[in-house]
């Protein structure tokens, strides 16, 4: 199985900074596409950010110009820059990725199991 831990969430001030991080583990032959979602209490999951084996990135509009994301293949390790912290930013972030295990021709899509932002304002 393929395992997902995101860590870095918290609590910060409106204005401020978080780091996230997401390091997937398991029976891992290559991971494609990795990206972070959020869900706020009462509201749908809705994608934050993807970014592909490549590097190509693509974002929200609301996230545009504050968040930033990487990846470090090697570590099988997505990360997500968090600047400019709005209170709207408040909700859950989860990691997913596309990934292709060992001994399988398709990829399946695997989730954290989700981090805790919270911006005060």
């Known amino acids: 199985q393929v395992q997902l831990v995101e860590s870095g969430g918290g609590l910060v001030q409106a204005g401020g900074s978080l780091r996230l991080s997401c390091a997937a583990s398991?029976?891992?032959?290559?991971?494609?596409?990795m990206g972070w979602y959020r869900q706020a209490p009462g509201k749908q999951r809705e994608l934050v950010t993807t970014?592909?084996?490549?590097?190509?990135?693509n974002y929200a509009d609301s996230v545009k110009g504050r968040f930033t994301i990487s990846r470090d293949n090697a570590k099988n390790t997505v990360y997500l820059q968090m600047n400019s912290l709005k209170p709207e930013d408040t909700a859950v972030y989860l990691c997913?990725?596309?990934?292709?295990?060992?001994?399988?021709?398709?990829?399946?899509?695997?989730w954290g199991q989700g981090t805790q932002v919270t911006v005060s304002s």
């Open positions: 970014i592909t084996s490549g590097g190509s990135t």
């Open positions: 398991g029976s891992i032959f290559t991971i494609n596409a």
């Open positions: 997913n990725a596309d990934v292709v295990r060992r001994g399988y021709f398709r990829s399946s899509a695997f």
